[in-house]
């Protein structure tokens, strides 16, 4: 699963990795722990819109839902969107044939179980460059105030070897689009092509290393440069 993740680069870090500009630049905040619960929105890359970044609201809320308590509901259980049965569910089917997008971040955070005992750990590049995640996206109409909001979900693949070690109670890791496949992800229009991008990413791309406890606490997202400290050795 991928319910934590780190943007703390800065806008004009992310436009040239892009290729692409904000929309409204003004509005986007780094974070170094942005929690999905709390519905951030963040930027996005979009299919419809290549060079623009939009920030949008992550947990995706299908345009068909019917009230404000309904979208409420539902985006609590789509932050994530599993690949294996991404094509059938109603939530998502629609979207990934037509709607795909890539979320840029500097990592993200998964928790290892040892026993009862829970350590997070920062999962990112190990040359240190940007990631950028396969997501979905989706357009929802608030029936009561006529707001449109652009929502998204991360879609989430088999664990590599190193993600096996981290997030050994799921065996998940989120959908890593490398540079060369971007392409193809925001614009392949038939199953054949867009199912191979949503493979694991190859081993010895990625690193990662255990940090404070203190993150498990943290429910909201915050500016804290400190929670991403290693405090353990680094693994590849």
């Known amino acids: 699963m991928c319910f934590t993740v780190s943007i703390y680069a800065q806008s004009h870090s992310i436009e040239p990795d892009l290729g692409a500009q904000f929309e409204h ?9 942005v929690s999905g619960f709390v519905h951030p929105c963040l930027p996005l890359l979009t299919s419809e819109e290549p060079k623009q970044i939009q920030l949008c609201e992550w947990g995706l809320i299908p345009r068909w839902t019917k009230s404000v308590d309904a979208s409420i509901e539902i985006r609590r259980m789509t932050l994530n969107a599993r690949r294996e049965t991404i094509f059938e569910k109603p939530s998502f089917r629609d979207a990934v044939k037509k709607r795909r997008a890539l979320l840029p971040v ?18 990112r590049a190990a040359d240190g460059s940007m990631l950028t995640l396969g997501c979905i996206w989706e357009d929802w109409t608030d029936p009561d105030s006529g707001e449109l909001h652009r929502t998204f979900s991360i879609v989430t693949t088999d664990a590599n070897e190193l993600m096996s070690y981290v997030h050994n109670s799921k065996q998940r ?6 540079r060369l496949d971007r392409t193809t992800w925001l ?19 990625l690193e990662a290393f255990p940090i404070t406890r203190e993150v498990s606490m943290i429910k909201v997202n915050t500016t804290e440069e400190e929670l991403l400290e290693p405090v353990g050795p680094v693994h590849t």
Not at 173 to 178: A, H, T
Not at 187 to 205: F, K, N, S, T, V
């Open 173 to 178: 890791m989120p959908v890593i689009i490398p």
């Open 187 to 205: 614009y392949a229009d038939d199953r054949e092509h867009i199912e191979p991008c949503m493979r694991p990413l190859e081993d010895g791309i």
């Open 106 to 123: 500097n990592g993200f955070i998964e928790w290892r179980h040892d026993g009862s005992e829970k350590q997070p750990h920062f999962v």
């Open 25 to 33: 630049e003004q509005d986007y905040r780094p974070y170094f722990h």
